[in-house]
């Protein structure tokens, strides 16, 4: 029964093809010369072009690869489409246009490249970052998966590479779906596949999959924001498109702290959210605190925020009193950690806590009910938190 609802989400996929080319005129290249696929056979890559802006971070690289933005001036991809770690300006990415000759898309050459040193195809580890020799600022980018919840499901593949098995190049992005296949049944397909860093996807007949020229790009899907989020990165596959033969991706969720890392070390910080910098929530309701008494909290509900709260989070803090050392605040995340913003100090006899503190939350999920917890550890002098709030 499986396989049947399987085959008919393949036979849609198909018709959507056909209609799109229909629609469209012209894919570029051979596969679309052919007329369209009536038997699901192994020639074809089954996806359909994809709207301008429809994946806004989706980069071509010159050697032949796809790629994803991971930051202003880093492009997440493929360990295999490079050679090796160091200086090079000898890769241009492409960047905002499906159309790799629209006139209005956006050009870098890299100056930097990292290879994942650990990656060998015995290994796997299939990533590298490309840094841009100029930022494309306020670039779209594309949040990598950080835990392995969103490894299942289905998949969105994109990318210029081959739309069928030894296929030309394609000049318009395409992009399909593909079903999660699990690392049982991969390792049918590929014996010696990588369970723990790498990631098969693919219908059980073939029909639809990344092919060369594809290597490097990102696999995604929706997240619980329904925000896009790359859980894969293409690496092979026997052939494209083949039936019992899924494609393999480099399992982003494994690798994601050492992408982070290294990000991290190029100057970014890791791209935890889609969300614009700066969302403000605040909450201005007065909390009187009882002198030398139990601590007292205020609540900020935060909602829609995708994934995990910044490594800078910022707490403005506003608090009236008469003796600021008598307090001891707390900021607690939504699952109950909590970061000390501020110790008690007899010495401290200042009015009031007006301040801003930068929390490292990037381990903290974003949205839920957020506290600032504040103590009057001290007898005579009392006050109120007046308000405070958080900047993601
Ligand atoms: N290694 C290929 C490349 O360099 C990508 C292969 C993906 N193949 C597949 N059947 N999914 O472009």
Redesign the pocket.
Known sequence: MRKLSKLQQALALAATSIAAVAAVGVVAGQATAAPPPTDMGPQVVGGTRAAQGEFPWMVRLSMG?GGAMYADDLVLTAA??VDSTGNNTGITATYGAVDLQDANRVTRTSKYVYRNPGYSTSTGGDWALIQLSSPITGAAKLPIATTTAYDSGTFTIAGW?AASEGGAQERYLLKAEVPFVSDTSCKTAYPSMKTAVEICAGFTQGGT???????GGPMFRRDNNNAWVQVGI????????RPN?P??YAEVSALSSAIAAKAAELGHPPTSTTNPQGTVFENTNDVQIPDNAGAVTSDIAVTGVTGNAPATLKVDVNIVHTYRGDLVIDLVAPDGSAYRLKNSSTSDSADNVIATYTVNASSEAANGTWKLKVQDTYAQDVGYINSWKLTF
């Open positions: 690869c295999h489409c590479g999959d990344t092919c060369q020229g594809d290597s293409v690496s092979y596959g026997r052939g494209c498109a033969y494609g393999v």
